[in-house]
T-cell receptor
Framework: RKEVEQDPGPFNVPEGATVAFNCTYS??????FFWYRQDCRKEPKLLMS???SGNEDGRFTAQLNRASQYISLLIRDSKLSDSATYLC????????????????FGQGTILTVHP | DVKVTQSSRYLVKRTGEKVFLECVQDMDHENMFWYRQDPGLGLRLIYF???????EKGDIPEGYSVSREKKERFSLILESASTNQTSMYLC?????????FGSGTRLTVV
């Protein structure tokens, strides 16, 4: 079983649609969670961190369910510029306790927003 | 803004060559990482470093080594390049758990 699993898509949605991506992780001791965005032929960039209480940044809402080991990203009112690959990222800090932990990336979910 | 600079955007090397991929960051970050990204496999960690002269193996270190002589620079070395090392290589740095990536080096080994 992969440590971080995402539905690869692709998701094709019209402008203005609401779309949700899901991600599951296998290590119950994982401690921090993020969504990164990667445009075609570009590097991944941090979209948002994911907090236990859920958090929102404009049209983007991230949720974490530790009991089910499940993370989600909701995009409302999709724009053409939202077209990208969305990467779920999970961090596990082991017994060594170093600050960086061990990041594991999902394979990414491809989103295409069309006019 | 943090800047992570990779020396080459595209690189073509021959099988058996020794290859150096260079990465420099300008924000005094302690942590630096090398990943490779392949279709269907996502990003996989090759090596990371949390201090000068310190290094740790990631998930796929075989065939690679690294060097961190100065805080701002983290080099990835392919001792004898092979065709299965054709990939996109991404360097990243961070002071916490959220890395900032360079723009990547697309390496082709022929």
């Amino acid at each position: 079983r992969k440590e971080v699993e995402q539905d690869p898509g692709p998701f094709n949605v019209p402008e203005g649609a609401t779309v949700a991506f899901n991600c599951t992780y296998s290590n119950s001791a994982s401690q921090s969670f993020f969504w990164y965005r990667q445009d075609c032929r570009k590097e991944p960039k941090l979209l948002m961190s994911v907090y236990s209480s859920g958090n929102e940044d404009g049209r983007f809402t991230a949720q974490l369910n530790r009991a089910s080991q499940y993370i989600s990203l909701l995009i409302r009112d999709s724009k053409l510029s939202d077209s990208a690959t969305y990467l779920c990222v999970v961090n596990y800090v082991g017994a060594g306790g170093t600050s960086y932990g061990k990041l594991t990336f999902g394979q990414g979910t491809i989103l295409t927003v069309h006019p | 803004d943090v800047k992570v600079t990779q020396s080459s955007r595209y690189l073509v090397k021959r099988t058996g060559e020794k290859v150096f991929l260079e990465c420099v960051q300008d924000m005094d970050h302690e942590n630096m990482f090398w990943y490779r990204q392949d279709p269907g496999l996502g990003l996989r960690l090759i090596y990371f470093s949390y201090d000068v002269k310190m290094k740790e193996k990631g998930d796929i270190p075989e065939g690679y080594s690294v060097s961190r002589e100065k805080k701002e620079r983290f080099s990835l070395i392919l001792e004898s390049a092979s065709t299965n090392q054709t990939s996109m290589y991404l360097c990243a740095s961070s002071w916490d758990t959220r890395p900032t990536f360079g723009s990547g080096t697309r390496l082709t080994v022929v």
